[in-house]
């Protein structure tokens, strides 16, 4: 039974094309988004770990060792058995920093791009072999179907198809973005077919060669002899070797890394796999044994490598045979392709880009791609060339041994990210040369029959099929010595510590508090433009601020370290962790420290401990639930206060003093005391770098009201407490201030009141009699100047009368009698009322008054009695002008201060009564025309409103005429009335 070339070629183009078509479909989202993103899905496309082992592979162990196949599967099934301490950790690295490969782990935790190089280069060596084995399996199943076809046109046939599709698979996005769904699901259906068709092919030799059940097991006691050999050599070294590399498989094999981390959609989809992926690898090895037994009987005339197929030609069915040669292509190629994408990265960032940063570009993320399709290429082509060299002579397990043991080399180093912070690079590099040249001579170069040292020196042990596992173990063995004994004896330098942390289990990284050169997200832009250029840089920083929830135009300190940070951490999934952290330390550099040390970043800590909440326990979760008791007290203590480091970082804010202020914690924590409004910026920053540790009764204007306030300080300095810092308590004495006014008005009311109760009665009754005599004397008499005179007497007694009315209306005013009923007041309004008033009374003398105050502007105050206010100056004014003369009424907002003008074009005020014009009864005007208690009025409304009022004149200079008369009163700020200056961008020094 054969085929011609051509039509498994298109067989296998037509099953590529095919995936290719279900990973597209995903990205489009035509495949439901709830298929996608089940855990099923994740699970099934780790299958690719099997490769070409699951459908030939485990056939020729199986014929050498029996059940020693099972280590294959036994091994990593055991990794993810423990994956909470072995697969969690690590996720949780990489997700936190986008370290995409085991070389930019290794890059990141030991601060050594030589690191990742030597992991790259090692991976890279590693995999050629692996690639080479899936060529040579396709290519020799190929050729049993088809025995005219020439082997090595077959191979290069494949090997392109296979560079097609990986383009097209992998580099379509960039690199470090989401999760390649449209991959994970192409896999996981790769891993059905496999799975499928193994199913498939077991099911027939059972029933249809063995006839159920029953007759494999009749057949197996029939057979012992033959079946016997299943349970032999299972106690061996290599099979225990076997099993340990496939154990390490989890973490140091390229595709599987790729797969298990970088594609990872949640902690919930490994927790699954954890179970679910064992469960699979079991379901594969189910039918191995029994196509094995039927293979016997059938007296399949095909190697053990390719027993399927023997068996389903000798069960003389097509349509089984394509199926095989279909589940073959499918593991080989999902294999190839998910291992060239993740080995293509490894090399884009610890190898090109070491080399040749990219700048001055206008697309990075095309360059990127491009070099990446490159790479892809010339890996397949470098695999090809291998596999044409060294590989088609080789058997499958060699090819596979020699893979899996050289990226054992790499399981130190990863073991030591997570479980010894102690290690270092200088280790690591000393331990993984040491391993891999142990590798190559011992185990590459006498398998490749390139060159045998061990045999040119006569070695007592040369390496060959039965003995190989020695030489693993040894290799391993001086691996792991060389690097403990060398991270031993050096230290390892403070970034190498820093990272340590970062990445043990548990650990907490206690960052500096350290302001940064750029102060804006703008700058941010800015300064990586010169790396990455403006459309990029521009991009990044807009990712990141969009990651973390900030504002586009962001300057708290606190969060431009962090937006720094995401940067780093984003560029590291671009670029690898080395040279995102080269980019991000040149270009977003720190200032200069002042001192020897700088603050701990305490908003970093806090939100580290509030993530590892739910892992403390013990003694540390005890301590953490009594920080979380004095924070939560400090939170809801009931007077405001505030924390301030020595930078002016505002580092706590509390519930009280966000009510008090207006301000939300969330706000201003992080940012400088400059980002707060004018008015507590002026209060809070001059009680911090004062000397005083208390000040009492502060008055400060807040939404058109006045509050008093107390403000106490204490340093935070100590031997407990190197970082420094200040305190603030602030008490809102507002409401004791108003009810002591109260309180003196009241008393100041009871004594007037008596002042004016008396003069009302000693003045008043006389002057009355006065009026009652002369008006008597008017109707008793005829006589023209008796008459004029009786009538001058009742003008004064009236004068007389008026100027008791008016210390009367005086004595009833009064500082914040009424302040808690104030209500807003327009003072365009309140002007155009005053305006109305007076212009009952002109008297003809045609005065133009201009109302120029805005609409909007408001304060907080009673109407009437700001009526009164300008009903008194307007008069004023008004008295003072020449006929036809114009009055300008002005108003602007100064802050959080409304200031009101009335400027007239009198003749003036003369400069030495300018101090005497409040005083009562004192006045500028001629005789009968004023009283004298018009301004103190003013002045006690004023003042009652908790302003001032300032008086000029000339008010102008070039004409020496005019008096402007200038008052300042609390501007009313309603609640959703924007502030005039964004906090956030205030935060910009």
Not at 38 to 66: C, F, K, M, Q, R
Not at 443 to 465: H, R, T, Y
Not at 860 to 865: A, F, M, P, T, V
């Amino acid at each position: 039974m054969s085929f011609s070339l051509s039509a498994l070629l298109t067989y296998s183009f037509l099953y590529l094309l095919l995936l290719f078509g279900v990973a597209h479909l995903t990205e489009r989202g035509v495949i439901p988004r709830a298929w996608v993103q089940h855990p099923l899905i994740y699970t099934l496309s780790l299958g690719v770990y099997a490769g070409i082992w699951a459908v030939y592979g485990a056939l020729v162990v199986a014929d050498e060792t029996g059940y020693g196949f099972l280590a294959y599967y036994l091994g990593i099934s055991g990794a993810f058995l423990l994956a909470p301490v072995l697969l969690t950790p690590v996720l949780r690295i990489v997700r936190a920093y986008q370290l995409t490969s085991l070389a930019d782990l290794f890059a990141f935790r030991y601060r050594s791009q030589l690191a990742g190089t030597l992991a790259t280069l090692c991976s890279g060596i590693a995999i050629l072999s692996l690639l080479s084995m899936q060529i040579k399996a396709v290519t020799d199943s190929a050729n049993l179907l088809a025995p005219d076809a020439e082997p090595h046109l077959t191979s290069i046939l494949f090997s392109l198809i296979v560079v097609l599709f990986a383009v097209l698979f992998g580099a379509q996005r960039d690199q470090g973005s989401e999760s390649h769904r449209g991959l994970v699901v192409a896999i996981a259906f790769d891993s059905f077919v496999k799975l499928g068709a193994m199913l498939v092919l077991g099911g027939v030799v059972l029933f249809s060669v063995f006839g159920g059940l029953n007759g494999l097991e009749d057949w197996l006691a029939a057979h012992k002899a033959r079946a016997g050999a299943m349970e032999l050599g299972i106690h061996d070294g290599n099979w225990r070797t076997l099993m340990l590399m496939s154990f390490a498989g989890a973490l140091v094999l390229p595709h599987m890394y790729h797969m298990i981390f970088s594609e990872n959609p949640s902690a919930r989809a490994l927790s699954s796999a954890s179970w679910g992926l064992p469960l699979y690898l079991l379901l594969l090895a189910l039918p191995v044994p029994i196509i094995f037994w039927g293979g016997m009987e059938l007296g399949a005339s095909t190697p053990a490598s390719y027993l399927v197929i023997g068996v389903s030609q000798a069960l003389d069915s097509p349509a089984l045979v394509l199926l095989m040669y279909v589940a073959g292509l499918s593991a080989a190629s999902g294999l190839m392709i998910v291992s060239t994408l993740a080995l293509a990265g490894m090399l884009l960032n610890h190898v090109v880009l070491p080399l040749h940063t990219p700048q001055d570009r206008g697309d990075i993320y095309r360059w990127l791609r491009w070099i990446k399709r490159v790479l892809i290429t010339l890996i397949i082509l470098t695999a090809l060339l291998f596999h044409d060299r060294l590989g088609a002579k080789l058997d499958l397990i060699i090819l596979g041994v020699l893979a899996l043991s050289g990226v054992l080399q790499l399981l130190p180093g990863a073991l030591g990210v997570i479980y010894w912070p102690e290690g270092n690079r200088r280790g690591l590099n000393a331990g993984l040369v040491t391993g891999v040249t142990v590798w190559v001579v011992t185990l590459v170069l006498p398998f490749s029959n390139v060159a045998n040292p061990l045999a040119a020196i006569e070695a007592p042990l040369i390496p060959d099929q039965q003995n190989w596992h020695i030489f693993v173990f040894l290799s391993l063995s001086l691996n792991v010595t060389v690097f403990a004994l060398v991270s031993l004896i050096s230290k390892p330098s403070a970034e190498e510590v820093s990272a340590a942390q970062a990445c043990s289990w548990g650990a907490l990284s206690r960052p500096q508090r350290r302001e940064l050169l750029a102060t804006s997200s703008a700058e941010f832009v800015e300064q990586l433009s010169a790396p990455l250029g403006e459309e990029v840089a521009h991009r990044e920083v807009e990712r990141a601020l969009d990651q973390l929830k900030l504002p586009a135009a962001e300057y708290r300190p606190y969060q431009l370290r962090r937006l720094r940070d995401q940067i780093e951490v984003n560029l590291s999934g671009l670029m690898g962790p080395t040279v995102a952290r080269d980019i991000v330390k040149r270009h977003l550099s720190f200032k200069p420290l002042a001192g020897d040390d700088s603050a701990q970043d305490i908003h970093y800590m806090e939100r580290a401990l509030g993530s590892y909440q739910s892992q403390l326990t013990g003694l540390a979760a005890e301590l953490d639930n009594l920080r979380r008791h004095y924070r939560q007290t400090l939170q809801n203590l009931p007077i405001p206060a505030c924390s301030v480091g020595d930078d002016g970082e505002i580092l706590m804010w509390n519930h009280a003093m966000a009510q008090l202020t207006g301000i939300a914690a969330d706000d201003v924590v992080g940012g400088r005391l400059l980002a707060l409004p004018d008015h507590w910026y002026t209060l809070l920053d001059d009680f911090v770098s004062g000397q005083d540790l208390h000040r009492y009764k502060h008055r400060l204007d807040l939404r058109g009201r006045p509050h008093w306030l107390n403000l106490h300080k204490a340093a935070l300095s100590g031997p407990d407490h190197p970082e420094g810092g200040s305190i603030i308590l602030v008490e809102d004495q507002t409401e004791t201030r108003l009810l002591e006014d109260e309180l003196m008005h009241s008393e100041r009311l009871a004594s007037v009141g008596r002042l004016a109760a008396g003069v009302a009665h000693e003045v008043g009754n006389p002057i009355t009699g006065i009026s009652s005599l002369a008006q008597n004397l008017k109707l008793e008499t005829d006589d023209a100047d008796i008459l004029h005179t009786a009538e001058q007497i009742q003008q004064q007694t009236r004068r007389i009368s008026t100027i008791l009315q008016s210390l009367m209306n005086f004595a009833r005013t009064g500082n914040h009698a009424q302040a808690n009923r104030y209500e807003p007041a327009e003072i365009h309004r309140c002007v155009d009322e005053s305006i109305n008033l007076l212009s009952l009374s002109d008297q003809g003398r045609g005065i133009r008054y201009q109302n120029q105050c805005p609409t909007d502007l408001v304060v907080l105050g009673d109407e009437q009695r700001l009526v009164q206010v300008f009903v008194n100056l307007l008069a004023n004014a008004r008295d003072a002008s020449p006929e036809g003369g114009l009055i300008r009424i002005s108003g602007n907002r100064e802050g959080y201060s409304a200031i009101i003008e009335v400027i007239d074009e009198g003749s003036g005020i003369p400069a030495d009564q300018l101090d005497h014009i409040f005083e009562p009864f004192y006045t500028t005007k001629g005789p009968n025309q004023g009283t004298g208690l018009g301004l103190s009025l003013v002045y006690s409304i004023v003042e009652e409103h908790y302003g001032n009022i300032q008086v000029e004149s000339p008010a102008g200079p070039e004409t020496g005429r005019g008096t402007c008369v200038r008052l300042r009163l609390p501007a009313y700020e309603g609640d959703d009335q924007e502030r005039p200056h964004s906090q956030n961008e205030r935060s910009l020094n």
